[in-house]
Nanobody, 114 residues
Framework: VQLQASGGGLVQAGGSLRLSCAAS????????MYWYRQFPGKQRELVAG???????NYADSVKGRFTISADIAKNTVYLQMNRLKPEDTAVYYC?????????WGQGTLVTVSS
């Protein structure tokens, strides 16, 4: 699976961004897709997940502000980020988990200014 992430940028605190992750194959065939983020010098952390046929899940730090969704016709998963905070500044990665393997898109930088 190849993943192409986009949508990062610079936004003021309180603003919104929508990240997109386009997959090279039918996302209905992918058991689970996730968004992660990575702060400088830190490991990647899970932000939001969308298991096939399951319930979406979110890190506590983004619950109520971020929403993961999918457009099946476009084979694209989104991360809508509202009420952004400076501490959301990170490189965001989309991830697909299939057949015991993790597939990663390139990161997209989100910078939230105070």
């Amino acid at each position: 699976v190849q993943l192409q992430a986009s949508g990062g940028g610079l936004v003021q605190a309180g603003g919104s961004l929508r990240l997109s992750c386009a997959a090279s194959r039918n996302i209905l065939d992918i058991p689970a897709m996730y968004w992660y983020r990575q702060f400088p010098g830190k490991q990647r952390e899970l932000v939001a997940g969308m298991p096939s046929g399951g319930t979406t899940n979110y890190a506590d730090s983004v619950k109520g502000r971020f929403t993961i969704s999918a457009d099946i016709a476009k084979n694209t998963v989104y991360l809508q980020m509202n009420r952004l905070k400076p501490e959301d500044t990170a490189v965001y990665y989309c991830n697909a988990y299939q057949n015991g393997k993790n597939f990663w898109g390139q990161g997209t930088l989100v910078t939230v200014s105070s």
